[in-house]
């Protein structure tokens, strides 16, 4: 009885490894390539939002993040480079939350200062442990 416990514990242990990963991956990459398509299907409105935040070079940076958004995503989406999306989007969190969202008093923008942390803990998941299941990288 022992023996088969252990084998199902054991098994159990391997798809929870090899399958919350992917699911993680998932649930992460959403929010990242629906921005990305935001900002594509309206990149001189996120100008207009860029220059108000007084982003350097809104006309450029406009680029780079819908670049940064979709290429990260669709990375940990589909487990392509995943660790290198994982980082890419890892500094794209810490610096929008550091660089945008801390004014003092605005709890708004803390809300979505702690939900950046957040995601960059996710993503650091990702980078220790590999992508999972359904993965074009293998771990």
């Given amino acids: 009885m022992a ?10 242990a391997q798809v929870t ?10 649930l ?20 207009s939002y860029f220059t108000s935040l ?12 819908i670049a940064v958004h979709l290429l990260g995503g669709i990375g940990i989406l589909v487990g392509f480079m ?5 980082a890419l989007l890892v500094l794209l969190c810490l610096g929008t939350a550091f660089g945008i969202h ?10 979505h200062f702690y939900k950046n942390l957040v995601m960059a803990g996710g993503l650091l998941y990702v980078i220790a442990y590999g992508p999972g299941a359904f993965a074009f990288d293998k771990s």
């Fill in 28 to 47: 992460m990459c959403g929010l990242f390539i629906w921005e990305g398509v935001l900002q594509l299907r309206d990149p001189a409105g996120t100008v």
């Fill in 3 to 12: 023996a088969t416990t252990h084998s199902t514990t054991s098994t159990t």
């Fill in 54 to 65: 007084n982003i350097p070079s809104p006309q450029i940076a406009v680029w780079v993040s």
């Fill in 82 to 86: 995943t660790r290198w999306a994982a």
């Fill in 17 to 26: 490894q090899d399958y919350l990963p992917a699911l993680a991956r998932l």
């Fill in 102 to 111: 801390l004014p003092e008093g605005d709890m708004e923008n803390m809300t």
